[in-house]
């Protein structure tokens, strides 16, 4: 099926109806579902909640889908870049903050009502998101949906971020802000858009929080919004727009994280130090590893 396919097609549809009936069953309130742009791609957009609730319910999520598609012969995965020609799948994320009932980020009269707090929030998860990749991008195949480039012609579905902006209602920003509903103040939020959904939601969640609330304590300024089509432009207009790279795979990844105080303090120095050695380990085999493209593009000429 195509993207928001309504044609009745058995597997899709009735793999959705289940899965949805048994999260709701379970308490995971279930807003929005509907088939992406990939083949047998599905999203389904559980309700907000605090962020340790969301990664709990992210993890019991990731094990009804598997139930379920195993119950009716299937296989789910949430591996970020299953096929080399359609698009990943994301884990889009919103995020918002509340000081009792107030929304943090609202601002009447501000530009996108966002607040001084809001503006930071991102400006923190802008300047950190390049040490904090390997945590929301964890796997070798994560940076294959970052920078596959099926992602740029792909259209709806096909959105995955590769560079470290942010801009208002742009899907090819990292850091999204999505349109106000006038008198839904706490509507107001961030979308963070490269985290994939191989990442472990407690760790990713961690980071990402401490970035933004990092931006706030230390008052980051935010860099002018990029309202363009960041992926259409060059490399000499991003530079001049001051927008940077996200890595372009877990080593280099790695190599950011190593070196970041924010993901050491923030992770603590057992989990910091194990999940280092756990994906640098990764790293290593992957890149001993002779791939199918290799034997497909060298092997007949050389």
């Not at 319910?57 to 990731?62: E, K, Q």
């Not at 094990?63 to 949430?78: D, N, P, R, S, Y």
């Not at 802008?126 to 991008?137: G, K, P, Q, S, W």
């Not at 924010?262 to 999940?275: K, P, S, Y």
Request: glycine share 10%.
């Amino acid at each position: 099926s195509g993207y928001f396919d309504h044609t009745p097609q058995a597997v899709g549809m009735d793999f959705r109806r289940q899965a949805i009936t048994m999260l709701e069953s379970m308490g995971i309130s279930v807003e929005f579902s509907h088939h992406e742009g990939a083949p047998g791609q599905q999203e389904i957009d559980l309700r907000y909640a605090d962020a340790l609730s969301t990664a709990d319910n992210i993890m019991t999520f990731r094990l009804i889908m598997k139930q379920v598609a195993l119950e009716q012969g299937l296989q789910a995965t949430f591996m970020p870049k299953p096929f080399s020609e359609y698009p990943g799948s994301g884990m889009h994320s919103h995020l918002s903050l509340f000081e009792g009932d107030r929304n943090a980020f609202y601002e009447s009269g501000a530009e996108y009502q966002l607040s001084k707090v809001g503006r930071s929030f991102i400006a923190g998860l802008l300047r950190h998101a390049a040490e904090i990749a390997a945590v929301t991008n964890q796997w070798v195949n994560s940076y294959k949906r970052i920078w596959g480039g099926s992602e740029r012609t792909a259209g709806a579905g096909g959105e995955a971020p590769s560079y470290i902006c942010w801009g208002h209602n742009n899907r090819s920003a990292l850091v999204r802000v999505p349109m106000y509903k006038p008198g839904k103040m706490g509507s107001v939020r961030v979308e963070f858009r490269s985290l994939d959904t191989g990442a472990n939601p407690y760790l990713a969640y961690a980071v990402l929080l401490a970035a933004g609330l990092k931006g706030i304590e230390e008052g980051y300024e935010l860099p002018p919004g990029a309202e363009d089509d960041v992926w259409a432009l060059s490399d000499a207009e991003r530079r001049a727009m001051g927008i940077d790279p996200l890595p372009q795979n877990l080593g280099e990844a790695l190599s950011l994280m190593e070196a970041s105080d924010l993901v050491a303090e923030t992770l603590g120095e057992h989990v910091f130090d194990f999940f280092l050695r756990n994906k640098k380990q990764e790293w290593v085999e992957y890149r001993s590893e002779v791939t199918a493209f290799e034997l497909k593009k060298s092997l007949p000429v050389l």
